[in-house]
């Protein structure tokens, strides 16, 4: 899998809600450039895990879902003298 890539807009509001978290809880000012490499690094070193996570939190819910289909069916099943 390729790295995880931004679009222009999405990079800019990205860096800006870092640019904001840093000025509001650390007290710090990000500049432009520093909040675009930080970004750069959250994505590289770190980006494979939330998009892991994603990937797991989505198997879940369609296993959940498909399950939920597997329940539906059985309750469908007309009661016969074989009961499985």
């Known amino acids: 899998m ?3 890539k931004f679009s ?3 990079q800019v509001l990205l860096v800006r809600k870092l640019q904001l978290y840093f000025r509001e809880e650390l007290d ?3 500049a432009q ?3 675009q490499f930080l970004l750069d690094f959250i994505s590289e070193e770190m980006g494979a895990y939330f998009y892991n996570r994603g990937l797991y939190d989505a198997q879940a ?3 959940s879902k ?3 289909v597997g ?3 059985y309750e469908l099943e007309i009661p016969t003298e074989f009961m499985r």
């Open 61 to 63: 819910l369609f296993q």
């Open 71 to 73: 329940e539906a069916v």
């Open 66 to 68: 498909i399950d939920a």
């Open 8 to 10: 222009q807009e999405e």
């Open 33 to 35: 450039f520093d909040g």
């Open 2 to 4: 390729a790295g995880i």
């Open 28 to 30: 710090a000012e990000l």
